[in-house]
């Protein structure tokens, strides 16, 4: 569907604003929040369409998958920017910064603040995500086990249990929040979880969906961004444009052709959602090098850093799409282990 891929280019669109214009406050972190519940929705369908189309979930597929999808553009982007980063802002954080981005750990770096000179500090979000993929379909598996089609009890014991991780995860971040005035990036997974729930809930079932889930959720993401750009930075804003972006994605998939679905699909946004991992990749470290360049703070660069990593991103996204495809055609054939014999109840 062309208009989920807006909704990426939305969120790549946000992001990048809110990271140019530093220091001025740009409400645009929530950003972060609609990739992570398009992400947790879109693994979850896809993994419930390969379990009722062969009986079981590869796990070993799955995990090629990731590899195959998201590391070639990642190994480009920190290959290109050692020798600069090690230059202007020295060996010890290009080597570091390099590690902790190749093994998903900059999480951790997040949470205490260890990476916040790092010009690889965007990738919290790339090893939070990599955190949950080793979590969720393994524990999807494990739910509807047995099953040869995700239906009745199991589908809703998987909706229980992903529905309860992402208000658990919400939760505690808001008590964290209030108590001690933290606002944990680890427990921003909530929208990863809520978008798995939301894939379970619409799996299988005839709901419809009405004009007004597209409005409210275009409102809830118009919150986060103004009133975020007005006072600090809260979990509020942030569950706001997870929840909002769970309501567009009901709107464009249970919806039909409307005008929002129309807008979302337009060629330009779709592109720029196709390419948004390699933007999301490319665009912190332009940034800081050429701040560190010019001296100065990313607003100054912003209007040039954008574009040149519009270029980067579309060129790196071209280079490796081959790849990607050989790679991708290779592992299809590669059937998923039944999960239970032909003929064994539902």
């Not at 390969?50 to 998201?70: N, P, T």
């Not at 949470?111 to 790092?118: P, R, Y």
Request: overall charge positive.
């Amino acid at each position: 569907m062309p208009a989920l891929d807006g909704i990426r280019a939305l969120a790549i669109i946000l992001v990048v604003v809110y990271h140019a214009v530093m220091p001025v406050h740009f409400g645009g972190a929530g950003g972060v929040d609609i990739f992570f519940a398009l992400s947790g929705f879109l693994i979850t369908t896809l993994l419930l369409e390969e379990h009722d189309a062969h009986g079981g979930i590869s796990l070993r597929r799955f995990y090629l998958r990731r590899v195959i999808r998201l590391y070639p553009p990642l190994l480009i982007m920190l290959a290109a920017v050692f020798v600069p980063i090690a230059v202007l802002m020295g060996t010890g954080n290009a080597a570091w910064g390099s590690l902790m981005a190749l093994f998903y750990l900059m999480p951790v770096g997040a949470e205490t603040g260890a990476d916040s000179l790092s010009a690889y500090a965007h990738t919290w979000t790339l090893g939070l995500e990599e955190w949950f993929y080793f979590v969720w379909p393994l524990a999807l598996v494990l739910l509807v086990k047995g099953a040869r089609t995700v239906h009745g009890q199991r589908r809703r014991r998987a909706i229980a249990v992903a529905g309860a991780a992402a208000v658990g995860l919400g939760t505690w971040a808001l008590v964290l929040e209030a108590t001690t005035g933290h606002m944990s990036f680890i427990l921003r997974a909530s929208g990863l979880f809520a978008g798995c729930a939301l894939a379970l809930v619409l799996h299988g079932s005839n709901f419809r969906a009405r004009a007004w889930h597209g409005l409210l959720g275009v409102a809830l993401i118009g919150f986060s961004v103004v009133h975020s750009s007005i006072v600090p930075l809260s979990i509020i804003h942030t569950l706001a444009a997870a929840a909002g972006t769970l309501l567009l994605i009901v709107a464009i998939v249970r919806g039909g052709d409307g005008p929002l679905q129309r807008l979302l699909s337009l060629r330009p946004l779709t592109y720029v959602g196709r390419i948004s991992y390699e933007i999301y990749l490319w665009h912190y470290p332009v940034l800081c090098l050429l701040g560190v360049l010019a001296h100065s703070q990313f607003l100054e660069v912003g209007a040039i850093a954008g574009p040149l990593s519009f270029v980067l991103a579309a060129g790196a996204h071209a280079a490796t799409k081959p790849l990607v495809a050989w790679l991708r055609a290779r592992t299809a054939t590669w059937a998923p282990r039944a999960a239970v014999p032909s003929g064994a109840p539902a």
